[in-house]
């Protein structure tokens, strides 16, 4: 041993090098590895996002054409204004903007130019303001999709006329608007204040968001309550024995069954059961709560458990019971985690399709829902089912329905990120 | 405090829905069924609510066999007043309704729709026979060196099936088996074009099963893809690959009519006059079924039928003609309305 020790050392020092660097190296390809994965996921998100808003923002405007309308009396002679011709008064401007078109068929392919919406534009004009009757009036109507899809180059016009589903004499019509300042492009009001139709011009987005908005807050009253006090219960009071155990496997299994699934149970139990009318946001809110409530337990608990136990013994040493302890240190502590649950579980909710399929929120609804046992959709359901029409212009229309759930879930995300931040205690 | 307070909400909730429950009435029409006849059964609906006294109806798109689960659960307001269909009512079904109370049911005949078969406009168009389509499509095909023997689909590209066909591998995207769209094809196409060989066509008398299984399996070695329920992406993929053919509805390839083409079938291009006139073989009948029990009792069924078989809705210069629906000729619409009109049942 002496002898070993007194022995000229190798440099020990080269060797050290030799494995630092290759750790160093190691960590380097580990970091680089970690850096490539987040540029391929932004890279992804980029590119849905691109292709989202390339394809959606269009959607915000509209084509609108200036028709020169004259609310001639004979129309009104009855005193019923909703029972007036009012596509008779549209057409009959259109006739005077083209006097030469007098042929049947080609007058037909004229009144197309113009969205079937303008007579309740109208309707709603003369409602307003009966004294409208008998009066001259320029009034900017909706244009039909197919010319709006035109005037936003998102359909050809330079293939021949059988393909094209606006004809020669349409784009000849829609050339001299043009040429007269009849027809310009202005900002699509009508996307966010009706519901859903059949023609693309006329579908919004409102009545979707209203559905949604009712669902998630019957959710939100509900799964919240409900969720905290379980979770409270399980990690403060509950005996840790068998039975408990069995609770929690169970909460964690239902955060992970699929959601069909709860809508399943919902028809089964709130709809053919308890007879609660269907296609409502009361039954989807309350399908929703049964999806976010494992979760909004399972946040609850993890933020409960990170309540350091001094706090609790604290509380306990100066004489506090055992509930006090709980609603005065514990919960306040916990909240911001338990919150930040709520509102991932929420943003969740408010993504979900396919438990509503079940319980018949999948639905063209046309009225906007007024209360919570009203007919309704929600925001994805109406993606999925304009995803599915034939014409043209929904494709636009989908994208831009998609930008606004988007910025819902934005936001709420956001809420949560900010709450944690701002509430949060460190240890 | 805070606690208090939750708790409150949530029993306010409870007491928000227990009232819920007891309004029982309904005042809007609701209405299930198939996703094809959706689009027609949402205009009129549309065009009712806009100008009529009535709420618009509500109109769930939950295919046509799903439509009829729901619609023969029984009479009431829990259940929906009518049902879109693409196809007539199966005496299944039929038989269901009458088990739980639905005895008298009005049908509706209300146009056809037809199926096409269509590339993009960037490739020359396609002439096809039934029997070819399923030469390419069906997963066992006669053996052509072995008479009466079934083999494993060996054709690769079109010019194999017939030399005048052009000499692209074979590639054809369609709806899945869960589609109505599918299923018409196969009935009208697969089956019809299986029977042209006689030995198959024998099958169906003495071995149905095998017959069945025969004419109704596509092939799954790739040439036949299962594209999903959405006929627009179906239109994507088409402009995208100018070899492949796409199966979906007319409405689509109306709505579509700059991009892509339709093929001709059995000598007959899919337009709406080639289908209107019942040339155009692969085209169906769609229909809507009305509880005789509910007209009167929820408000409005009897002014919805009357719009919907109106001239101004279903004729040839009709709304649902825009919207890609073939109208049926004079003589059979007169009749189905005068049977609407009178409340025929079943």
Same mark, same amino acid.
Request: charge should be neutral; glycine fraction near 8%; charged fraction near 20%.
């Given at each position: 041993?002496?002898?070993?020790?007194?022995?000229?050392?190798?440099?020990?020092?080269?060797?050290?090098?030799?494995?630092?660097?290759?750790?160093?190296?190691?960590?380097?390809?580990?970091?680089?590895?970690?850096?490539?994965?987040?540029?391929?996921?932004?890279?992804?998100?980029?590119?849905?996002?691109?292709?989202?808003?390339?394809?959606?923002?269009?959607?915000?405007?509209? =084509?609108?054409?200036?028709?020169?309308?004259?609310?001639?009396?004979?129309?009104?002679?009855?005193?019923?204004?909703?029972?007036?011709?009012?596509?008779?008064?549209?057409?009959?401007?259109?006739?005077?903007?083209?006097?030469?078109? %007098?042929?049947?068929?080609?007058?037909?392919?004229?009144?197309?130019?113009?969205?079937?919406?303008?007579?309740?534009?109208?309707?709603?004009?003369?409602?307003?303001?009966?004294?409208?009757?008998?009066?001259?009036?320029?009034?900017?109507?909706?244009?039909?999709?197919?010319?709006?899809?035109?005037?936003?180059?998102?359909?050809?016009?330079?293939?021949?006329?059988?393909?094209?589903?606006?004809?020669?004499?349409?784009?000849?019509?829609?050339?001299?608007?043009?040429?007269?300042?009849?027809?310009?492009?202005?900002?699509?009001?009508?996307?966010?204040?009706?519901?859903?139709?059949?023609?693309?011009?006329?579908?919004?987005?409102?009545?979707?968001?209203?559905?949604?908005?009712?669902?998630?807050?019957?959710?939100?009253?509900?799964?919240?309550?409900?969720?905290?006090?379980?979770?409270?219960?399980?990690?403060? &009071?509950?005996?840790? #024995?068998?039975?408990?155990?069995?609770?929690?496997?169970?909460?964690?299994?239902?955060?992970?069954?699929?959601?069909?699934?709860?809508?399943?149970?919902?028809?089964?139990?709130?709809? #053919?059961?308890?007879?609660?009318?269907?296609? =409502?946001?009361?039954?989807?809110?309350?399908?929703?709560?049964?999806?976010?409530?494992?979760?909004?337990?399972?946040?609850?608990?993890?933020?409960?458990?990170?309540?350091?136990?001094?706090?609790?013994?604290?509380?306990?040493?100066?004489?506090?019971?055992?509930?006090?302890?709980?609603?005065?240190?514990?919960?306040?502590?916990?909240?911001?985690?338990?919150?930040?649950?709520?509102?991932?579980?929420?943003?969740?909710?408010?993504?979900? =399709?396919?438990?509503?399929?079940?319980?018949?929120?999948?639905?063209?609804?046309?009225?906007?829902?007024?209360?919570?046992?009203?007919?309704?959709?929600?925001?994805?359901?109406?993606?999925?089912?304009?995803?599915?029409?034939?014409?043209? $212009?929904?494709?636009?229309?989908?994208?831009?329905?998609?930008?606004?759930?988007?910025?819902?879930?934005?936001?709420?995300?956001?809420?949560?990120?900010?709450?944690?931040?701002?509430?949060?205690?460190?240890? | 405090?805070?606690?208090?307070?939750?708790?409150?909400?949530? $029993?306010?909730?409870?007491?928000?829905?227990?009232?819920?429950?007891?309004?029982?009435?309904?005042?809007?029409?609701?209405?299930?069924?198939?996703?094809?006849?959706?689009?027609?059964?949402?205009?009129?609906?549309?065009?009712?609510?806009?100008?009529?006294?009535?709420?618009?109806?509500?109109?769930?798109?939950?295919?046509?066999?799903?439509?009829? %689960?729901?619609?023969?659960?029984?009479?009431?307001?829990?259940?929906?007043?009518?049902?879109?269909?693409?196809?007539?009512?199966?005496?299944?079904?039929?038989?269901?309704?009458?088990?739980?109370?639905?005895?008298?049911?009005?049908?509706?005949?209300?146009?056809?729709?037809?199926?096409?078969?269509?590339? =993009?406009?960037?490739?020359?168009?396609?002439?096809?026979?039934?029997?070819?389509?399923?030469?390419?499509?069906?997963?066992?095909?006669?053996?052509?060196?072995?008479?009466?023997?079934?083999? $494993?689909?060996?054709?690769?590209?079109?010019?194999?099936?017939?030399?005048?066909?052009?000499?692209?591998?074979?590639?054809?995207?369609?709806?899945?088996?869960?589609?109505?769209?599918?299923?018409?094809?196969?009935?009208?196409?697969?089956?019809?074009?299986?029977?042209?060989?006689?030995?198959?066509?024998?099958?169906?008398?003495?071995?149905?099963?095998?017959?069945?299984?025969?004419?109704?399996?596509?092939?799954?070695?790739?040439?036949?893809?299962?594209?999903?329920?959405?006929?627009?992406?179906?239109?994507?993929?088409?402009?995208?690959?100018? %070899?492949?053919?796409?199966?979906?509805?007319?409405?689509?390839?109306?709505?579509?009519?700059?991009?892509?083409?339709?093929?001709?079938?059995?000598?007959?291009?899919?337009?709406?006059?080639?289908?209107?006139?019942?040339?155009?073989?692969?085209?169906?009948?769609? &229909?809507?079924?009305?509880?005789?029990?509910?007209?009167?009792?929820?408000?409005?069924?009897?002014?919805?039928?009357?719009?919907?078989?109106?001239?101004?809705?279903?004729?040839?210069?009709?709304?649902?003609?825009?919207?890609?629906?073939?109208?049926?000729?004079?003589?059979?619409?007169?009749?189905?309305?005068?049977?609407?009109?009178?409340?025929?049942?079943?």
């Amino acid at each position: 041993m002496e002898k070993n020790l007194n022995q000229p050392m190798k440099p020990f020092s080269v060797h050290m090098n030799k494995d630092l660097q290759r750790r160093y190296r190691a960590e380097k390809w580990f970091q680089r590895c970690g850096i490539a994965a987040i540029v391929i996921a932004l890279s992804f998100l980029f590119l849905l996002f691109a292709s989202i808003i390339g394809s959606g923002y269009s959607a915000f405007r509209q =084509t609108f054409i200036a028709l020169d309308v004259h609310f001639s009396e004979d129309l009104f002679k009855n005193e019923n204004l909703a029972a007036a011709d009012y596509p008779a008064i549209t057409k009959t401007s259109l006739r005077s903007a083209f006097p030469e078109v %007098k042929e049947r068929r080609e007058l037909r392919s004229l009144y197309m130019l113009v969205s079937p919406g303008a007579a309740f534009t109208l309707h709603e004009m003369v409602r307003e303001n009966p004294r409208l009757i008998g009066a001259r009036q320029e009034v900017w109507v909706p244009a039909n999709d197919d010319v709006d899809m035109l005037i936003k180059g998102q359909m050809k016009a330079d293939v021949p006329e059988a393909n094209r589903r606006l004809k020669d004499n349409q784009l000849r019509w829609i050339d001299q608007l043009q040429k007269d300042g009849k027809l310009e492009t202005r900002f699509n009001t009508t996307f966010f204040t009706s519901g859903d139709s059949r023609e693309p011009e006329l579908a919004g987005i409102w009545g979707a968001v209203k559905g949604s908005f009712y669902s998630l807050l019957i959710t939100l009253l509900l799964s919240f309550p409900i969720g905290v006090a379980a979770a409270v219960y399980l990690e403060e &009071f509950a005996p840790k #024995n068998i039975w408990t155990d069995i609770i929690e496997v169970n909460i964690n299994n239902l955060a992970a069954v699929p959601s069909i699934i709860f809508g399943l149970l919902g028809l089964a139990v709130f709809i #053919n059961f308890w007879g609660l009318p269907r296609s =409502t946001p009361l039954v989807g809110g309350l399908v929703l709560t049964l999806m976010t409530l494992p979760v909004i337990i399972i946040a609850g608990r993890a933020s409960l458990k990170s309540v350091p136990p001094s706090i609790r013994e604290a509380a306990l040493g100066i004489g506090a019971s055992k509930m006090q302890m709980v609603t005065h240190h514990v919960l306040p502590l916990a909240m911001p985690g338990m919150l930040t649950g709520a509102i991932i579980g929420m943003a969740r909710a408010l993504g979900d =399709t396919a438990p509503l399929l079940m319980i018949g929120m999948v639905a063209f609804i046309v009225d906007i829902p007024g209360g919570f046992t009203d007919a309704a959709t929600a925001l994805p359901v109406q993606i999925y089912l304009w995803a599915d029409s034939s014409e043209r $212009a929904f494709t636009e229309k989908t994208s831009a329905a998609i930008i606004i759930l988007l910025i819902f879930l934005i936001c709420m995300n956001a809420a949560a990120v900010i709450m944690r931040k701002k509430f949060e205690t460190k240890w | 405090m805070k606690v208090k307070s939750i708790f409150l909400a949530s $029993a306010l909730t409870m007491t928000l829905i227990s009232t819920g429950t007891a309004m029982a009435a309904r005042d809007m029409i609701s209405i299930v069924g198939s996703s094809t006849v959706y689009p027609f059964s949402t205009a009129v609906a549309e065009q009712f609510g806009k100008t009529g006294n009535f709420k618009t109806p509500k109109i769930e798109s939950t295919g046509t066999g799903g439509g009829f %689960k729901l619609f023969c659960g029984g009479v009431g307001v829990k259940f929906p007043d009518m049902s879109n269909a693409s196809r007539a009512i199966k005496d299944s079904e039929k038989e269901n309704c009458a088990a739980n109370g639905v005895k008298e049911i009005v049908e509706v005949k209300i146009g056809y729709d037809g199926i096409a078969l269509a590339n =993009t406009k960037t490739a020359a168009p396609m002439k096809l026979s039934r029997k070819e389509i399923f030469l390419a499509l069906a997963k066992e095909v006669p053996d052509p060196a072995n008479e009466g023997q079934l083999i $494993a689909n060996p054709y690769k590209t079109w010019k194999e099936i017939n030399p005048e066909l052009p000499d692209t591998a074979i590639e054809v995207l369609g709806p899945p088996p869960t589609s109505g769209t599918r299923d018409a094809f196969v009935e009208m196409v697969m089956v019809a074009g299986a029977e042209e060989f006689d030995f198959i066509k024998a099958m169906s008398k003495s071995d149905k099963d095998r017959f069945k299984a025969v004419s109704e399996s596509m092939r799954e070695d790739g040439a036949f893809i299962e594209a999903g329920e959405n006929d627009n992406l179906i239109v994507q993929k088409l402009q995208a690959n100018p %070899k492949a053919l796409g199966i979906f509805g007319f409405s689509f390839l109306d709505q579509n009519a700059d991009v892509v083409q339709g093929s001709a079938i059995e000598g007959e291009t899919p337009t709406f006059e080639a289908i209107s006139a019942g040339k155009y073989v692969v085209s169906r009948p769609l &229909f809507f079924y009305v509880k005789k029990a509910h007209v009167d009792v929820i408000p409005g069924i009897k002014e919805f039928m009357g719009e919907f078989t109106s001239e101004k809705a279903w004729g040839p210069e009709g709304y649902l003609a825009d919207k890609g629906m073939i109208p049926m000729p004079d003589e059979e619409r007169k009749q189905v309305a005068a049977d609407v009109a009178n409340l025929k049942t079943l």
